[in-house]
């Protein structure tokens, strides 16, 4: 029995500061950490050859220390991807799965079993801390993304573990929060892309999240877990918690949660009272056991392969670079400012030129061996910049952060003000130089959401700063980019107009100067699109009249929750499932810019639509030709939206339900590109009869560049309402 529990829980983790009850588990066989670093590991059992699987995060590449004590081998550093965000708006699958693989190659070479990630919740609200390490507002485009990183990393013999299930949208007390949500927004908007990723990826884990949903703890749902999970999706794999994540391990297992993590010492002991008092069926433990080993057989660790500790790093600075370019997403683009012309010079303006956000904090970040400013990234595409003002920022930062009070392990850093540059310096660079640019950088992480003040809306400084570039150059004729080094949308609506070009370059990853500078110089034709919309405000959005939530009246025990103070709070998703496009669309707000939007140096026209009949029956196939009809070579997102008869149901405007992106196309190439439609496709789930339905009547299917620009249109019938079971 010892061994069987031993099996459930994870090797524990050591942490200062933990409070009672969560020192590791005492109940097992302990390896030493493997791989330092790593976010946690399952027990072995040397009697039975049953080795010890090692299990590291994350969504933007592995995360393990860098330097071991006493060891000789040299440094562990591991490569920083662009963040999720930005690798949904390139809306393209085989780059994902690419960065997958590369990912997954990490890990094996430096003996992790499974990778904690991909991470897919939904972009409820772009306040959420999480979001930079998720992909969409979308579901459709989460669940394709998700699917893709999975198959690249499992690829390598790795295994994944798709996160958080479900309903983990923000991280207001998020071990504590309810999440109220209704039946139709679970199925449609937040279930819906680990649906598509466990059919389409087949993840070997799952990790439940760390949120209650209707009252009960998800890792204590057997509904979400076994019905859902297993009996409908068809999910084979093991099912582990979020770290620390949950209260009951008993109810944990019952439910169909294999694996506790990181393992604790009083799960171990709730256990083992639960057998002997004949409160836990020795068969639920030996059911959990049989998923766990099953998925242990498949590893890396139970093949016997011998890591080297030398993962191509080169190789893969050299993938993240490109699908850090790959996308970027190009909002807007006056008069053709870009690509800038070769061999000009810069006035580069504002902190993060200087020292740029790669990814998010917390469990999501990575310890990489370097990052690339957008100052070097600049210089080696032959830009000149300026030596001085480089190293007044260089300065300015630096004599900045010695200010800021000690680091928190996992928690963000302090945003440092921006760098006040005083008017007539500006004027003398913007006379000196042939176009500014100006970086705005955030960060954000686990544990916190973001504000509205200083973050969500830019602060006082950056306001100034942007206004007196662009006065100063725009008096001389010449033009003002604007780059967002973001991880989560900002507003843009109110001084946009004041500038020529804005790049949204995300947090791109450790390559972020030479891939922003590729996309610059036009070496690479940006091709992203935003996967979440930008809208005017943050009351825009449908979920900010529920955001964060409310603190209950009662309070939870003390020393429950890990990192956070333990309130019981509930959050009413009474948007449903107008979240993002669906909303706006719907009702007819104005956004700053548009989900599916984004421009490129080249333009494309787009054929007529050709379907395969205008009745639906069990499929439909749609075909559009798209050709560049510009100057100069790039790739279009072709995006699939249709437009449902108005139901039982009420139906969003437009609903994405395909996508595909062209491969780079010269002047005047064109590309076919082809989509099949299934009924499940045409879908809305009806929560009085608990099933899908497509409703009978007229579809509208527009093809287009964005949701809001759809370039052609037609139409199909479906003569009887359909009913698909879930
Ligand atoms: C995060 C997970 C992560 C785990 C292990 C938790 O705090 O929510 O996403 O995988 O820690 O580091």
Same mark, same amino acid.
């Given at each position: 029995?010892?061994?069987?529990?031993?099996?459930?829980?994870?090797?524990?983790?050591?942490?200062?500061?933990? =409070?009672?009850?969560?020192? $590791?588990?005492?109940?097992?066989?302990?390896?030493?950490?493997?791989?330092?670093?790593?976010?946690?590991?399952?027990?072995?059992?040397?009697?039975?050859?049953? =080795?010890?699987?090692?299990?590291?995060?994350?969504?933007?590449?592995?995360?393990?220390?860098?330097?071991?004590?006493?060891?000789?081998?040299?440094?562990?550093?591991?490569?920083?991807?662009?963040?999720?965000?930005?690798?949904?708006?390139?809306?393209?699958?085989?780059?994902?799965?690419?960065?997958?693989?590369?990912?997954?190659?990490?890990?094996?070479?430096?003996?992790?079993?499974? &990778?904690?990630?991909?991470?897919?919740?939904?972009?409820?609200?772009?306040?959420?801390?999480?979001?930079?390490?998720?992909?969409?507002?979308?579901?459709?485009?989460?669940?394709?993304?998700?699917?893709?990183?999975?198959?690249?990393?499992?690829?390598?013999?790795?295994?994944?573990?798709?996160?958080?299930?479900?309903?983990?949208?923000?991280?207001?007390?998020?071990?504590?929060?309810?999440?109220?949500?209704?039946?139709?927004?679970?199925?449609?908007?937040?279930?819906?892309?680990?649906?598509?990723?466990?059919?389409?990826?087949?993840?070997?884990?799952?990790?439940?999240?760390?949120?209650?949903?209707?009252?009960?703890?998800?890792?204590?749902?057997?509904?979400?877990?076994?019905?859902?999970?297993?009996? +409908?999706?068809?999910?084979?794999?093991?099912?582990?918690?979020?770290?620390?994540?949950?209260?009951? $391990?008993?109810?944990?297992?019952?439910?169909?949660?294999?694996?506790?993590?990181?393992?604790?010492?009083?799960?171990?002991?709730?256990?083992?009272?639960?057998?002997?008092?004949?409160?836990?069926?020795?068969?639920?433990?030996?059911?959990?056991?049989?998923?766990?080993?099953?998925?242990?057989?498949?590893?890396?660790?139970?093949?016997?392969?011998?890591?080297?500790?030398?993962?191509?790093?080169?190789?893969?600075?050299?993938?993240?670079?490109?699908?850090?370019?790959?996308?970027?997403?190009?909002?807007?683009?006056?008069? +053709?400012?870009?690509?800038?012309?070769?061999?000009?010079?810069?006035?580069?303006?504002?902190?993060?030129?200087?020292?740029?956000?790669?990814?998010?904090?917390?469990?999501?970040?990575?310890?990489?061996?370097?990052?690339?400013?957008?100052?070097?990234?600049?210089?080696?595409?032959?830009?000149?910049?300026?030596?001085?003002?480089?190293?007044?920022?260089?300065?300015?930062?630096?004599?900045?952060?010695?200010?800021?009070?000690?680091?928190?392990?996992?928690?963000?850093?302090?945003?440092?003000?921006?760098?006040?540059?005083?008017?007539?310096?500006?004027?003398?660079?913007?006379?000196?130089?042939?176009?500014?640019?100006?970086?705005?950088?955030?960060?954000?992480?686990?544990?916190?959401?973001?504000?509205?003040?200083?973050?969500?809306?830019?602060?006082?400084?950056?306001?100034? &700063?942007?206004?007196?570039?662009?006065?100063?150059?725009? +008096?001389?004729?010449?033009?003002?980019?604007?780059?967002?080094?973001?991880?989560?949308?900002?507003?843009?609506?109110?001084?946009?107009?004041?500038?020529?070009?804005?790049?949204?370059?995300? +947090?791109?990853?450790?390559?972020?100067?030479?891939?922003?500078?590729?996309?610059?110089? @036009?070496?690479?034709?940006?091709?992203?699109? &935003?996967?979440?919309?930008?809208?005017?405000?943050?009351?825009?959005? =449908?979920?900010?009249?529920?955001?964060?939530?409310?603190?209950?009246?009662?309070?939870?025990?003390?020393?429950?929750?890990?990192?956070?103070?333990?309130?019981?709070?509930?959050?009413?998703?009474?948007?449903?499932?107008?979240?993002?496009?669906?909303?706006?669309?719907?009702?007819?707000?104005?956004?700053?810019?548009?989900?599916?939007?984004?421009?490129?140096?080249?333009?494309?026209?787009?054929?007529?639509?050709?379907?395969?009949?205008?009745?639906?029956?069990?499929?439909?196939?749609?075909?559009?030709?798209?050709?560049?009809?510009?100057?100069?070579?790039?790739?279009?997102?072709?995006?699939?939206?249709?437009?449902?008869?108005?139901?039982?149901?009420?139906?969003?405007?437009?609903?994405?339900?395909?996508?595909?992106?062209?491969?780079?196309?010269?002047?005047?190439?064109?590309?076919?590109?082809?989509?099949?439609?299934?009924?499940?496709?045409?879908?809305?789930?009806?929560?009085?009869? @608990?099933?899908?339905?497509?409703?009978?009547?007229?579809?509208?299917?527009?093809?287009?560049?964005?949701?809001?620009?759809?370039?052609?249109?037609?139409?199909?019938?479906?003569?009887?309402?359909?009913?698909?079971?879930?």
């Amino acid at each position: 029995m010892d061994e069987k529990v031993s099996l459930v829980t994870g090797t524990g983790m050591e942490m200062p500061g933990l =409070p009672p009850g969560f020192q $590791a588990p005492v109940v097992g066989v302990s390896e030493n950490a493997r791989v330092p670093g790593a976010a946690g590991a399952t027990f072995a059992i040397p009697r039975l050859g049953i =080795p010890s699987m090692v299990l590291a995060d994350g969504p933007a590449g592995l995360r393990i220390l860098p330097h071991r004590k006493e060891d000789h081998h040299g440094s562990y550093y591991c490569t920083a991807f662009p963040i999720a965000t930005l690798l949904a708006s390139s809306w393209d699958i085989e780059l994902v799965e690419q960065v997958g693989c590369a990912m997954g190659l990490e890990a094996k070479e430096y003996g992790v079993d499974i &990778l904690l990630a991909p991470a897919l919740n939904i972009h409820r609200i772009p306040l959420g801390g999480r979001n930079f390490e998720y992909y969409s507002e979308d579901p459709l485009v989460s669940g394709k993304m998700a699917a893709a990183m999975v198959r690249g990393v499992q690829s390598q013999g790795v295994g994944t573990s798709i996160k958080h299930y479900v309903a983990n949208n923000h991280e207001w007390n998020r071990n504590t929060i309810d999440v109220i949500a209704d039946q139709r927004a679970l199925r449609e908007i937040y279930l819906k892309g680990f649906e598509l990723a466990v059919k389409e990826g087949k993840p070997w884990t799952v990790m439940t999240s760390y949120n209650k949903l209707n009252g009960t703890y998800t890792s204590e749902r057997s509904d979400l877990l076994s019905d859902i999970l297993r009996g +409908q999706w068809g999910f084979e794999g093991l099912v582990m918690t979020d770290w620390f994540g949950g209260r009951n $391990a008993v109810l944990q297992l019952v439910a169909g949660n294999d694996l506790l993590m990181p393992g604790t010492a009083r799960q171990q002991k709730k256990l083992l009272e639960a057998v002997t008092a004949e409160q836990l069926d020795e068969a639920v433990l030996d059911r959990d056991i049989e998923n766990i080993l099953n998925v242990l057989l498949k590893s890396l660790v139970f093949s016997g392969y011998r890591y080297g500790d030398d993962p191509d790093l080169q190789g893969n600075a050299a993938i993240a670079r490109k699908a850090a370019a790959d996308g970027m997403v190009l909002l807007q683009n006056k008069n +053709q400012t870009l690509p800038l012309a070769s061999n000009i010079s810069l006035g580069v303006f504002g902190n993060s030129s200087y020292e740029m956000v790669t990814g998010g904090t917390g469990s999501g970040d990575v310890n990489k061996a370097h990052s690339i400013s957008l100052v070097k990234g600049l210089d080696e595409a032959g830009y000149t910049t300026l030596a001085k003002l480089e190293d007044d920022y260089a300065n300015y930062l630096e004599v900045e952060s010695a200010k800021l009070p000690p680091r928190q392990p996992f928690r963000v850093p302090e945003r440092i003000p921006e760098r006040t540059v005083l008017r007539d310096e500006i004027i003398q660079i913007a006379g000196a130089t042939d176009a500014a640019i100006v970086t705005l950088g955030r960060n954000s992480g686990e544990f916190a959401d973001r504000e509205i003040e200083d973050d969500f809306n830019l602060s006082a400084g950056e306001q100034q &700063l942007l206004a007196a570039v662009a006065e100063a150059y725009h +008096q001389v004729g010449k033009k003002v980019v604007v780059i967002l080094n973001i991880g989560g949308v900002i507003e843009t609506a109110s001084w946009r107009d004041q500038v020529d070009a804005i790049l949204l370059a995300w +947090q791109p990853g450790q390559e972020a100067g030479f891939a922003i500078a590729d996309v610059l110089s @036009g070496t690479v034709s940006p091709s992203g699109k &935003l996967a979440t919309t930008f809208a005017i405000n943050v009351a825009d959005y =449908p979920s900010a009249e529920n955001f964060p939530g409310v603190v209950l009246e009662e309070a939870e025990p003390n020393g429950s929750s890990l990192v956070q103070a333990a309130r019981a709070a509930e959050v009413v998703y009474e948007d449903s499932i107008w979240v993002g496009y669906r909303a706006f669309h719907t009702r007819n707000m104005e956004t700053a810019f548009p989900f599916g939007h984004g421009l490129s140096f080249t333009r494309f026209s787009y054929g007529d639509l050709q379907l395969s009949s205008a009745v639906f029956k069990d499929k439909l196939s749609v075909r559009v030709t798209v050709t560049n009809c510009g100057e100069l070579p790039g790739r279009e997102v072709v995006q699939l939206y249709l437009s449902a008869p108005s139901g039982r149901l009420d139906k969003p405007a437009s609903e994405l339900r395909a996508f595909g992106k062209t491969r780079l196309l010269q002047p005047d190439a064109s590309q076919t590109l082809d989509f099949v439609l299934a009924a499940m496709d045409l879908a809305s789930f009806d929560p009085v009869t @608990g099933m899908w339905t497509v409703d009978a009547g007229k579809y509208a299917l527009g093809i287009g560049a964005s949701s809001t620009d759809i370039r052609t249109t037609d139409y199909f019938q479906v003569v009887e309402a359909l009913s698909l079971s879930v």
